[in-house]
Nanobody
Framework: QVQLVQFGGGLVQPGGSLRLSCASS????????MGWYRQVPGHERELVAT???????NYGDSVKGRCTITADNNGLSVSLHMNSLKPEDTAVYFC?????????WGQGTQVTVSS
């Protein structure tokens, strides 16, 4: 059974930074993708960043240049560092994992950017 457990989030002031972490268990290593998405009520889930097993990273257009995704322990955990946060970064952030069996999601964590 695959589990993705998220840590971090909360209230951040505009211009500030945050770090989200996600610890996975049960992911089949070898060929996988780990990453982060976010969702605002009434909108589709949006790509924030992904990290693939071959070391490639991909970022959503709205966060490019402000965001870094890193993976530790052979992809068993991923972290998302965001800076220069804006009110429009306010959303529920979800950790995502994919292996040859399917897609998996973390429990979601609220990030609110507000003064």
């Amino acid at each position: 059974q695959v589990q993705l457990v998220q840590f971090g989030g909360g209230l951040v002031q505009p211009g500030g930074s945050l770090r989200l972490s996600c610890a996975s268990s049960g992911i089949i290593l070898g060929s996988y993708v780990m990453g982060w998405y976010r969702q605002v009520p009434g909108h589709e889930r949006e790509l924030v960043a992904t990290f693939t097993s071959d070391g490639n990273t991909n970022y959503g257009d709205s966060v490019k240049g402000r965001c870094t995704i890193t993976a530790d322990n052979n992809g068993l955990s991923v972290s998302l560092h965001m800076n220069s946060l804006k009110p429009e970064d306010t959303a529920v952030y979800f950790c995502h994992g994919r292996d040859r069996r399917g897609d998996y999601w973390g429990q979601g964590t609220q990030v609110t950017v507000s003064s």
